[in-house]
């Protein structure tokens, strides 16, 4: 057989909202979100929850913030999410508090059935745990489980899940460690080490 | 010997078009193809053959999607190309019908010769086949040839050709796969599996 | 212990620019910089100098680079820098003379320390040697010299330094090979290498 995209499906897929509401999102989006100069975190977060999205406190979310469809996102607290990420959730993104998406990272969760001629729509969600650090410009693929404080390194491509507190890196990305986090703020002599400004703008 | 850019040359290659027609491409490509906001596919396709593409039936596609030289791009039918892709066509690059460009993929026809001390321009056409998949994120090297229904999964990197039907993920990417197509139009009892209404928006 | 990034610290870092002056390069770089259609290489000269980089002459900067703080940019001279390159630079970034940041590619000199239970921030300069070619959608972890010549090829990840001349592959990037330049401008015979025109638009 071949492939025939004429005959695609997206198999009851549902967006879970109008095609105007989406086209008003698309607008605000840009207007807010996208904007390569920076708007208030404040204004970013009362946007995302106004189309949908829960979000916790502290959430710090930088410019050029890419999302799908708000309304299938859940932010824990004190997230943050880096310049040009992209969060293309046709269904459920979770990302648990104190979790990272740094710059440029990609969560994807459609994919295609390839076995179908017609390379029907399979959507699945992500789920970024606690804690977890979703490396810059790192991609993790449908389904995948990024587990607490788990970290996917710098441009890592993430298929499968990844186990609390390992640390992965590559592509295909492989568990290349361990994390370990101190219970004390950290060793002494580190220049400034006891301010607390909140990470860089 | 070392690199002296001031020596660089571009070895003959010729854009095919002049400076004005090229600028004139970039505003038109700026205000329809860039655009955040979704413009129909109906003007992308119009415009893009009207900048001299070859672009065949049910061609979708989706917001910023970037192309070099439009009039150096053959479009087959019912070819999808995702968001945020980019075509970096300096010569050919010839998409198959029922081929699938998807989200943020890149596709690169221009080298350097790194051997010359001026890094000469080096060119090569790209070829995607019929009912390919270049995935997400994915980038396809120059003069890369990708085979008959082949599939380049996410955020994979192709410096040589995939042959028909492989399945190629990492990078470098490697065959990891085959691809089997069904000839049934799927498993009985996938909800609305019969729905054909094209790919989600 | 778990992760509190409401206990985070950029450890003393500066960006050593006041907030008012960080806006303002911020608005000057969506004007000038990330503005699709094409602006002078002259200007961007210009602006970036005006912002404290240093910028040598002969230097090509393509649509939509991303700099984040041109005061901590120096650039020799015939340096050529890519379409949607990021140069993201918390701290010092140096390129070389006649080196190569091809299109996508990305810089990355911030880093969280991922021991600490608020992910403090940890800085490190890049730097690329004369002659080196970062090539397309790679990228370049904090700290990390590419030496002298040294190629980084298309959409590969390097975290550690790339020695002088070394061909780097891959994601992690791994030596693959090295570079050889020719003394002569090239084989007799290729079609226009005697032009020296620049590279192409």
């Keep these: 057989m071949s492939v025939d995209l004429s005959k695609t499906s997206i198999r009851g897929y549902k967006s879970g909202r ?24 404040r204004l970013k977060r009362w946007v995302l929850r106004r189309f949908g999205a829960r979000v916790g406190r502290g959430v710090l979310i930088k410019p050029n913030v890419h999302v799908k469809y708000p309304w299938h996102l859940v932010v824990g607290d004190n997230v943050w999410i880096g310049e040009r990420a992209w969060i293309d959730n046709f269904v459920s993104v979770r990302i648990g508090s104190n979790a990272v998406i740094s710059q440029g990272a990609y969560l994807c969760t459609g994919n295609h059935d390839w076995s179908d001629p017609g390379m029907g729509l399979m959507v699945k969600p992500i789920k970024i745990d606690p804690g977890a650090w979703v ?10 489980t990024v587990g607490t404080n788990a970290v996917v390194t710098l441009g890592s491509v993430l298929l499968k899940d990844a186990q609390p507190n390992g640390i992965y890196t590559g592509n295909p990305a492989t568990l290349v460690g ?3 986090i101190r219970d004390l703020p950290g060793p002494a002599g580190v220049p400034g080490r006891e301010q607390h400004l909140g990470p860089p703008a």
Excluded at 136 to 142: N, W
């Design 18 to 41: 109008s095609f105007a509401y989406r086209a008003l999102w698309l607008v605000v989006e840009a207007l807010v979100m996208l904007n390569p100069v920076v708007t208030p975190y």
């Design 135 to 144: 490396g810059a410009f790192s991609q993790i693929g449908p389904g995948v």
């Design 178 to 180: 361990h994390r370990t």
